[in-house]
């Protein structure tokens, strides 16, 4: 009896079900890209080590070309089109923008993205390479340039604007602190920013 090479699945995209046959070879980057027209994940080296494709699934960043589209069912998956709320940009979008931290801006979908997942890894406390103290009572460490460049290395940005990129990601992230400190003093009734 052949074996099935192909099955319907359904991915749970920015809120919204989609459901669509798929071969069982399908990145999720060709899916999103080519089957759903969600284009705003690019495709720049198609394997692993761009970061252009980045996406976050389940609220971590993760490499949509290595990712086949059958793996990611049953998962949150949110990609550059659905990080906005509404007409209001996401703060590390505002703060790409306010800061000029892109020029032909191929790579700031898979950049913004990877820079929402990556403030998130930080205030949990999750150490980088350039952590100086790594131990879990010491919290997270202080959100230096070194510390951004290294969390944000699988990102490549072929422009090269990485320094307002650095200030971008800087920004957003103190906005993310301030807004959960003014979240635990109101205990907790106001939306984290992100
Ligand atoms: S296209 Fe996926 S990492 Fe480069
Ligand atoms: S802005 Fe052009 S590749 Fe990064």
Redesign the pocket.
Known sequence: MALSTSSVITLKINGEKHTLPVDHRTTL?DALRERLDLTGT?????????????VLLDGRRA????QLAVAAEGREITTIEGVADGERLHPVQQAFLDLDGFQCGYCTPGQICSAIGMIEEHAAGWPSAVTEDVRPQAGPPPLTADEIRERMSGNLCRCGAYVAIVEAVARAAEAHTNASDEDAATGGTKEAVI
């Open positions: 980057l690019k495709k720049g080296c198609d394997q692993g080590q761009c970061g252009a494709c980045t490499v949509a070309c290595l």
